[in-house]
């Protein structure tokens, strides 16, 4: 079902349903206050009839009978019954006594004093009268047919106007719920024009400041991250072909020559060192790029975990003088934390371990072999670690785009390296809810800062 007619459907169920409820109301109070009415109307009737026959002298049964028939206050179908406390019938204008006007009914007149009660179509009230000379149970019973046509005047009235709104509802609705739903039908036929060819492409936001122009902005921001994503792509496949191209290039050059040309040994283990070479960069490199586009894929929430931040990067500390004995790296703490909680963060071990990793190793790359700084430090919110060295630093002009992906400056071409690793490290960091940054001056080398939320008591 379409919004337009959802819309329409439930707020004519609303309507509705206060229409009835309002329409019940009306009909309840007609109903009581025709029934007080009519029930006033019997008890005057039963106490008058009682009085004149048993304490006004003069008044005989037949004399009541014919004042009754010509009454002008009579009721329609008015009949009365008096009976003694014996529950003997001493009076009546009617030829028969029916049947529900028994002893049980009696008695209990007699006990509660007043007794309502019905009998088909006829309302009836019975009374116990206190007269001068003894008590007498009157029953006054008649027909309220003006009371009970009004009243089904007033259903048809009701009803006739129950459905005459609805219908005004629904008209009105549909015509209002189009109108308010035309933006959102020019955004499907702008979103319909949008295709992988034209991502460029953006739906009208308006003016207003409406839930449909927010959701116009929303989409567009969702297009800018769809665009920027495409771009992404593309640049990655781009730079990885390239990237790529120059090793198996030169891979094929060196079979090549080994097949066309009589070589000595010496000279074809020459030819297989550079063929292992190269394919090491292969191996790494495509190490780099699985790196690089799995990181959050890999990020596996059932893993997360306390760390603490200087025994991570102790361990790593320990790791890079295994594996490169000249490289000097010192640990320290810029401030002694009081409470342990604020250098623990929660995380993937194995994640946070890949991207201090990288940056170690990045600032051992370049730092032309000086001792790289790592220190610790805190605040009211994160753990903060700052990882320096005294290399050959980054321009201003190549700092915005550093963590892009293969992106290099232009004072590292010499260097070997991809261009991966700091991209790798900002995703890490970007998942753990962290922040990275980066302060550099060509031959002054460059600080990198990242802060993690720690645990708060």
Do not use: W
């Amino acid at each position: 079902m379409k919004i337009r007619y959802k819309i329409v459907l439930q707020f004519s169920l609303i309507v509705a349903f206060n229409l009835l409820m309002f329409s019940g109301f009306i009909y309840y109070r007609e109903d009581q206050k025709r029934h007080e009415t009519f029930r006033g109307r019997l008890s005057k009737r039963a106490i008058t009839t009682a009085r004149l026959l048993f304490d006004v002298s003069g008044f005989s049964p037949e004399l009541i009978r014919i004042m009754d028939k010509t009454s002008v206050n009579r009721l329609i179908g008015e009949e009365v019954y008096i009976f003694n406390t014996k529950n003997q019938l001493v009076f009546s204008n009617a030829e028969s006594v029916p049947k529900e006007l028994d002893t049980a009914l009696l008695d209990r007149i007699k006990t509660e004093n007043s007794v309502e009660f019905r009998i088909n179509e006829r309302e009836n009230l019975g009374l116990l009268f206190e007269g001068k000379f003894d008590n007498f149970i009157v029953i006054e019973s008649g027909i309220d047919v003006d009371g009970e046509a009004n009243l089904k005047s007033l259903r048809q009235t009701l009803l006739i106007s129950f459905l005459l709104i609805i219908l005004v509802v629904i008209i009105s609705g549909m015509f209002f719920a189009g109108q308010a739903l035309q933006p959102i039908k020019t955004i499907n036929h702008q979103i319909d024009q949008i295709t992988a060819q034209n991502l460029r492409k953006r739906v009208d936001e308006g003016k207003s400041k409406d839930e449909i122009a927010e959701l116009a902005h929303k989409f567009n921001r969702m297009l800018n991250r769809l665009e920027l994503g495409f771009e992404q792509q593309r640049s990655f496949v781009s730079h990885a072909s390239h990237e790529l191209r120059t090793p198996l290039a030169a891979i094929k050059s060196e079979v090549q020559l080994g097949l066309e040309e009589r070589l000595r040994a010496p000279e074809y283990e020459k030819i297989l060192q550079n063929i292992l070479e190269d394919t090491d960069k292969l191996i790494l490199l495509s190490n780099s790029l699985l790196q690089m586009a799995r990181p959050i894929d890999s990020f596996n929430l059932s893993k997360i975990e306390n760390i603490r931040i200087e025994e991570l990067i102790l361990a790593l500390q320990n790791d890079v003088k295994n594996n490169k004995p000249d490289a000097i790296v010192r640990v320290n703490f810029e401030n002694i934390p009081p409470d342990e909680h604020l250098t623990i963060v929660k995380g993937n071990e194995s994640l946070l371990k890949n991207a201090f990793l990288n940056l170690l190793d990045n600032a051992i790359k370049y730092s032309n072999t000086q001792p790289v700084e790592v220190l610790i430090d805190f605040d009211e919110k994160e753990c903060i670690v700052h990882i320096s060295d005294k290399g050959i630093g980054i321009s201003q002009e190549d700092l915005p785009n550093i963590f892009e992906p293969f992106y290099r400056g232009e004072n590292a071409f010499d260097v070997q390296g991809f261009g991966v690793g700091l991209s790798i490290c900002h995703k890490i960091i970007d998942i753990h809810n962290g922040r990275i940054s980066i302060k550099s001056q060509p031959m002054h080398g460059s600080t990198f800062t990242v802060a993690l939320p720690h645990l708060t008591l």
